[in-house]
């Protein structure tokens, strides 16, 4: 599957832009949304958006379609369906592109970066670890949003979603500030 970087996807949202019938505001995550905004250097393959707005998804279609016909740039379009985002994060919303007819709604960045670490995968920690690169994440504020609003609020087994959050802290911030966390989150005792 082919990547594209920010001028290929810059490139192809403004032809987007140029075959929309009408005004379309899109909500978006995942790599693309951290290459827009937050200037990560990394690749991406897709667009995820959440929720679509109904009745615009085939002008939406159409639009991508020539758009890929004029850049030769074939980014993939879909629904963002298991996205999971910290509490409260429509409160934060940044706006990632504005053009003619199309603007992108992205997460903030602490958002974006809980979100990302989630999923976990090597792509998804490239990303994370560029953002903060260019836009340095404050640990505490970090910190703050994950246990807040994000640990146990998820899906999924909290000890496993701590477990990743260390190893991005670790990425992030190294073995001595990942070990205060460890211990605060229960995480240095063995599992019952």
Same mark, same amino acid.
Request: glycine share 6%; charged share 30%.
């Given at each position: 599957?082919?990547?594209?970087?920010?001028?290929?996807?810059?490139?192809?949202?403004?032809? &987007?832009?140029?075959?929309?019938? /009408?005004?379309?505001?899109?909500?978006?995550?995942?790599?693309?949304?951290?290459?827009?905004? !937050?200037?990560?250097?990394? @690749? $991406?393959?897709?667009?995820?958006?959440?929720?679509?707005?109904?009745?615009?998804?085939?002008?939406?279609?159409?639009?991508?379609?020539?758009?890929?016909?004029?850049?030769?740039?074939?980014?993939?379009?879909?629904?963002? $369906?298991?996205?999971? &985002?910290?509490?409260? !994060?429509?409160?934060?919303?940044?706006?990632? &592109?504005?053009? @003619?007819?199309?603007? %992108?709604? %992205?997460?903030?960045?602490?958002?974006?970066?809980?979100?990302?670490?989630?999923?976990?995968?090597?792509?998804?920690?490239?990303?994370?670890?560029?953002?903060?690169?260019?836009?340095?994440?404050?640990? /505490?504020?970090?910190?703050?949003?994950?246990?807040?609003?994000?640990?146990?609020?998820?899906?999924?087994?909290?000890?496993?979603?701590?477990?990743?959050? &260390?190893?991005?802290?670790?990425?992030? !911030?190294?073995?001595?500030? $990942?070990?205060? !966390? @460890?211990?605060?989150?229960?995480?240095? @005792?063995?599992?019952?």
């Amino acid at each position: 599957m082919l990547r594209f970087d920010r001028d290929q996807i810059v490139r192809f949202l403004r032809a &987007l832009d140029a075959a929309l019938e /009408r005004d379309l505001k899109i909500f978006v995550v995942g790599g693309l949304a951290a290459v827009l905004k !937050y200037d990560a250097v990394v @690749k $991406t393959s897709d667009m995820d958006v959440v929720g679509i707005v109904s009745g615009r998804s085939a002008d939406l279609s159409r639009a991508a379609h020539i758009a890929s016909e004029v850049t030769g740039i074939a980014l993939s379009i879909g629904e963002a $369906t298991i996205t999971e &985002l910290p509490y409260n !994060y429509e409160d934060r919303l940044k706006q990632g &592109l504005k053009l @003619k007819k199309l603007v %992108v709604i %992205v997460p903030d960045k602490y958002d974006l970066a809980l979100s990302k670490m989630l999923r976990g995968d090597e792509h998804d920690l490239e990303a994370i670890v560029s953002m903060h690169e260019h836009h340095r994440f404050s640990e /505490r504020t970090l910190v703050r949003r994950f246990e807040e609003e994000f640990w146990k609020m998820v899906m999924g087994d909290s000890r496993s979603i701590a477990i990743s959050m &260390l190893n991005l802290m670790e990425i992030l !911030y190294g073995k001595e500030r $990942t070990a205060i !966390y @460890k211990k605060r989150w229960g995480l240095d @005792k063995p599992r019952p």
